[in-house]
Antibody
Framework: QVHLVESGGGVVQPGRSLRLSCATSGFIFSFHAFHWVRQAPGKGLEWVAVIWFDASKTYYADSVRGRLTISRDNSKNTVYLEMNSLTVEDTAVYYC??????????????????WGQGTTVIVSS | SYELTQPPSVSVSPGQTASITCSGNKLGDKYVCWYQQNPGQSPVLVIYQDDKRPSGIPERFSGSNSGNTATLTIAGTQAMDEADYYCQTWDSNIGVVFGGGTKLTVL
C-alpha cells in the first residue's frame, strides 16, 4: 500500500526553526516529485514547494522562498521541509503530496495523487 | 502573480447536478486539477488534466476547461459529496496555484 507519513510538527516560538519529514512506502520513491502543501486553520490549501525526482530542481511559493527549504533523501525514501525564521503566519497543517511525474511542469501537470495525513505546526510565543 | 477564483459556496439538492467553477486568466491554456476535502481529512484528487478521473473516483465526477473558466460537475449529487472542493493549476511563472475553495452543500 502507498503511504506518506508526515512528522516533526509541534509548537515553536516565532523566529525559531523546525524540520518536517515525510516518510514514504509502497512505491518507487525515486520515480516521483513531491510537494508540500499547507492549510492554515479554517483556511484553504496553499502550495508551499515542489522538488523533482532527482532534486535537480525546486520551486517555492513567494510567501516562503528564502525561509523554507524542500529536500529529499532517495536512500531513505523521505522528503523534508526545513523551516526557518518562522512567523505566526506559518501556523498550519502541513501536507506532503506525491506527484505522479518525475519532472512536473505546466505542460505535463497531473496533480497530486497521494497525500499524507498532515502534521500540525503552531508558531506561538 | 496568478489567481484562481472559486465561489465560496454552492448548494445542490440530492440527485441534482452540481457545478463548481474556477476562473483564471487564460485558464484554458493550462491544465486544471480538482481536489475534494472532507472536514479533518486530507485532500483527494478527483480530476486531473482538466477532465481525467483517477481510478476509484466515481463517474459522476467530470471536469472541463475552456477560455478563462474550468468547471467541476457532479452529476446525481449524493450526500457523501458534501465537502470542500479546490481547483489547482501550474503557472509557468509562479508554480502551483490553488483556488480559494468552494464548500458544496447537499440539502
Amino acid at each position: 500500500q502507498v503511504h506518506l507519513v508526515e512528522s516533526g510538527g509541534g509548537v515553536v516560538q516565532p523566529g525559531r526553526s523546525l524540520r518536517l519529514s515525510c516518510a514514504t512506502s509502497g512505491f518507487i520513491f525515486s520515480f516521483h516529485a513531491f510537494h508540500w502543501v499547507r492549510q492554515a486553520p479554517g483556511k484553504g490549501l496553499e502550495w508551499v514547494a515542489v522538488i523533482w525526482f532527482d532534486a535537480s530542481k525546486t520551486y517555492y511559493a513567494d510567501s516562503v522562498r528564502g525561509r523554507l527549504t524542500i529536500s529529499r533523501d532517495n536512500s531513505k525514501n523521505t522528503v523534508y521541509l526545513e523551516m526557518n525564521s518562522l512567523t505566526v503566519e506559518d501556523t498550519a497543517v502541513y501536507y506532503c503530496a506525491r506527484d505522479p511525474e518525475q519532472l512536473p511542469r505546466a505542460d505535463n501537470y497531473y496533480g497530486m495523487d497521494v497525500w499524507g495525513q498532515g502534521t500540525t505546526v503552531i508558531v506561538s510565543s | 502573480s496568478y489567481e484562481l477564483t472559486q465561489p465560496p459556496s454552492v448548494s445542490v439538492s440530492p440527485g441534482q447536478t452540481a457545478s463548481i467553477t474556477c476562473s483564471g486568466n487564460k485558464l484554458g491554456d493550462k491544465y486544471v486539477c480538482w481536489y475534494q476535502q472532507n472536514p479533518g481529512q486530507s485532500p483527494v484528487l478527483v480530476i486531473y488534466q482538466d477532465d481525467k478521473r483517477p481510478s476509484g473516483i466515481p463517474e459522476r465526477f467530470s471536469g472541463s476547461n475552456s477560455g478563462n473558466t474550468a468547471t467541476l460537475t457532479i452529476a446525481g449529487t449524493q450526500a457523501m459529496d458534501e465537502a470542500d472542493y479546490y481547483c489547482q493549476t501550474w503557472d509557468s511563472n509562479i508554480g502551483v496555484v490553488f483556488g480559494g475553495g468552494t464548500k458544496l452543500t447537499v440539502l
